[in-house]
Every structure is written in C-alpha cells, then in structure tokens.
C-alpha cells in the first residue's frame, strides 16, 4: 500500500513543472482521423435533419417568398388525390428556370393588368346558331380566317350553342380581372388536386376554376370531397363550374377543349391565363409563372416541347400506334389535309420556333389578339377533325397572320412546375359509356405510296432524297 501511494505520487509530480499543472489531450483529438470522422457525422446528422425540415426537400435552397404552408382542403382518406404520381429523373433542387422576387412579381401583374392598351386590339366574334358548338365550317371556310390582319374581320370561336352554366358561375368569371388558372374533369376521368407553393396573396389576385360535368360529381359525391345538395362548389382553391354537356358534345375530350382554348372568351376580363391539365399539379406559384415564362420572355403564350417527338408527323403515328383516338382513318384524312395544305416537318427555318409538337398539358398566355387568334383557330380544327391538339398545332401556328410569339420552354421546365399523376385508374359509384372500338385505316397509312399526300413530308422528315 505504501508503494501504491508513492506511486502516484510520483505520477502527480511527474504532472506539475514549475509549480504548475500540465493538462492532457483528450483521446478523441489525439487521432485526426477519429476526430474528422465524428466531424463528418455530425455534418451528415445536421444537413439529413434540415432537408427533412425544409419544405423544399433541399440544402439550403431559398424560396423568392414564404409561401402558404397550411394545406387548401382535407380531403377523405378513400379519395387518394396523391396516387399514382408519374416519377421524373430531375432534381428538385435545381431550378432550369429563374424566378423574381415575388413582390416584384405581384405588383408589375397588377400594374400591368390595368394598363389595359397593352392587351388591344380585341378580335371580334361570329355570333349566331348551328348544329354544333363550333359551327363545324369546311376546310376552305376555315382558311379563309387564318389571315387576320384586317382588325375589322369577324372570326369563328365557338359558342355557336349554349354553354349552359348557371348565372352565378357566369357572374364569377367575368369578375375575374387579372390571372385565371383554368381546369376541367369530365367523366369522372382525373382527381382534384390542391396548387402548391401559392404566395399569401396570391388567392387575392388569381381565380381558380375546374369545370366539371354530372358524372365527376357523382364522383366527388361518392367520395364525400362535396356535396350535390350544395348550389355552389368549392374544393380548397378550385371552384367547381358545372357544365351540362346536353348541348355539347358526345366525346367528353372534346367538350375540355372548350374551356383548354376558349379561356378568353369564357373569362372576358382576365388578362393572362394558365390552362393546367387535370392530371397535373402545380407546385410554382402561378404569378411566378406568368412573370417567367410569357411577360420576361416578351411573348403571347407559352407552352412545353414535348419530351420525344419534334414532327407532326411522329406524334400522328404515335397517336394511330398507341391507339390514343379511334378513328385511324380520320387521322389519315387530316394529316393528308394538313400536307396538302402546306404542312412541312419542322427544320431550323421554322426558328424562333423551336419543335412542331408541344405538351399541351399546361399552356400560359396572355390575352392579346395574337393568342386569341391562335386558340380560335385551333379549337375550329379540333371540332372540325378529333380533340388531338398536338396535331393540328404547328399547322395553325404556321399558316396564320399575324404570327403567334411563343415560349416552347424545354421538358426540364415542365417538370419541375408541376407533377404529373396518372388517370383514374377506376372510377368510383359512375357508370362511363364504353368507349367505340378503333377503326382501321387502310394500308397505305402515311406510306411512300403515290395516293400519300405526305409522301414529300415524310421523305424531307427522314432525310430521305425525293425522286
């Protein structure tokens, strides 16, 4: 025991020089690579625990606001809004398209929706009856107003039969002034999905309205999301506009091109206006939209590239293969129109263009009398062939005057301003009309053939010499 005492003793003196007391390192700095180690796991700790906090999922990625955090509506649990989302391979925290300050934004949209001169000259409308919404005028008659530069010349823009609506839903849409976001479901055929990332004051200044008909209400009735008892509907930040499709037409495809291309005249007094396809979900602030992609861009509309197809031509063959509408022979028949008419494959003389073919799932205008002119234009070709608008689009686009200025933004864009979720995959307590068998066309379908009127397209398209 005494040499245990004289032991430590010997060990404390050895610890003091000079009358003072020498500290040791700690263990865990005496190894660089431990203490690099703990450093670089609790960095890992922090940075997993901040992007599970962020709203944006991302390391240190600001917002140009604070957006609304509180969700819009609570919907049932049996409704499934979030199902079936499509999956893309971009990442959510890099931006492809600049956004500005959002209170910037707000007030140039404002000053800029009172300056109404800079939305002249309006476009002036056929009015009168016919057997069908939008007149269903021949070929030759609906060239003939593709050359608008006489103000004075009265267009065809449906209407042509009632859009029967109620009074209060009418009265609402003309109250709106400003930035109108535009949707529909018919047939019971998609979800309501809530918009995402909106400013605090950005339900003051745009409306939001989904066109329905009886079938989706049944739909949102059998899942408790409203009640058909109700006179009006609203679900989060959508006001639901019932459409009876008596008057209408059969295919209910065609009846969402009325309120996809007819926005300006179903919102008289909107300025600019964003169509959003059912399927989508915005996750962008819609004033953010319209800044970035048509007012900095100094342009009427603005639209997606599609992701796979630059021709018409292609989207026609992918529409005939995947069996997207019935009649192939139709399709055969407007293609052979379209190239008879003077229809040619994209090629860098149709720049600033910069494809034939959009992904017209979301499209951003503003209300000008060149954008109007092209969504008459287009919805008198809808009516006059089948509700496809990726077909007759560079068509209108090309042959009308005066042209049309457009932002066709890169696929990278559209994905990262909104999500894409599948159709209904089943429907819920409706009963839908069975959907008519395809209609072959005969062989020689887009062929090389000499009854193709397409056969200088497709050789120009392929890079093929012509004989």
Known sequence: MIRNKWMIGKLMGQRRFMGKASLTTPLLFQSKRLCFSVLYLFTTLFLALYVSLSPTKCIFRSSPFDPIQSPLFSYPPNYGEHKYAIST???????????SDYWLVLKKIQDSCRNSTMFLPGLRYIQGNADTFGGNFSTQKRISYFDHRDDGKEVPCGFMKEFSISKSDRIAMEKCGSVVVVSAIFADHDKIRQPKGLGSRTLENVCFFMFVDDTTLKGLDYH????????????GAWRLVRVSSQHLYKNPAMNGVIPKYLVHRLFPNSKYSIWVDAKLQLVVDPLLLIHSLVISENVDMAISKHPFFVHTLEEAMATARWKKWGDIESLKLQMETYCGLGLKPWTQDKLPYTSDVPDSALILRKHGMRSNLFSCLLFNE???FNPRDQLAFAYVRDEMRPKVTMNMFEVEVFEHIAVEYRHNLKHSGTKLPQSSKTKRASPDLFANGTCSMCESYLLEMWGEPRN
């Open 89 to 99: 391979v971009r990442s959510s925290c890099t931006s492809p398209v600049h956004f």
């Open 224 to 235: 408790k999301v409203i009640s058909t008892q109700s006179q009006e509907y609203k679900v």
């Open 382 to 384: 809808l009516e006059a």
